[in-house]
C-alpha cells in the first residue's frame, strides 16, 4: 500500500488542523492505520491509532481530548484532526498502515507498522 499524507502546515497556538492520508495500491479496509510525529533531534512517537473498520482508536496521552483520528474506508483515506494546537506539537505528521492484522487491532509503536507515508509538516507558532 502506497501513503501520501497531507494537510499540514502554520498555525497559532490554539489553532486547528486537519491531516489526510490517502491510500492506494491495496484495499485500505484490510490496513490498521496509525499517525506518529517526529520533531527536531527526537525519536518518532505515536500519536493515534485506528482499527481497520474505526471502532477502535488510541491516543498518546499528549494528545487526548484535543486530537480524532478517523476514517473513511470507501475513500481509502484517514484523518487526524488537531484542535487546541500546542507549540510542543509541532512535528513532521507520518502516517502508518499495517496489513495482515485482526479487525480491532491499534499498533502503539513504530515498529507494529510496516508501511509509512512522507511526513507532512505541522508548526504551531506560540
Known amino acids: 500500500v502506497q501513503l501520501q499524507a497531507c494537510g499540514g502546515g502554520l498555525v497559532q497556538a490554539g489553532g486547528s488542523l486537519r491531516l489526510s492520508c490517502a491510500a492506494s495500491g491495496r484495499t485500505f479496509s484490510m490496513y490498521s492505520m496509525g499517525w506518529f510525529r517526529q520533531a527536531p533531534g527526537k525519536e518518532r512517537e505515536f500519536v493515534a491509532a485506528?482499527?481497520?473498520?474505526?471502532?477502535?482508536?488510541y491516543y498518546a496521552d499528549s494528545v487526548k481530548g484535543r486530537f480524532t483520528i478517523s476514517r473513511d474506508n470507501y475513500k481509502n483515506t484517514m484523518y487526524l484532526q488537531m484542535n487546541s494546537l500546542k507549540p510542543e506539537d509541532t512535528a513532521v505528521y507520518y502516517c502508518?498502515?499495517?496489513?495482515?492484522?485482526?479487525?480491532?487491532?491499534?499498533?502503539?509503536?513504530?515498529?507494529?507498522?510496516?508501511?509509512w507515508g512522507q511526513g507532512t509538516q505541522v508548526t504551531v507558532s506560540s
Open positions: 502508518a498502515a499495517r496489513g495482515g492484522v485482526v479487525m480491532h487491532y491499534t499498533g502503539r509503536s513504530v515498529s507494529d507498522y510496516n508501511y
Open positions: 485506528i482499527s481497520r473498520n474505526g471502532a477502535s482508536t
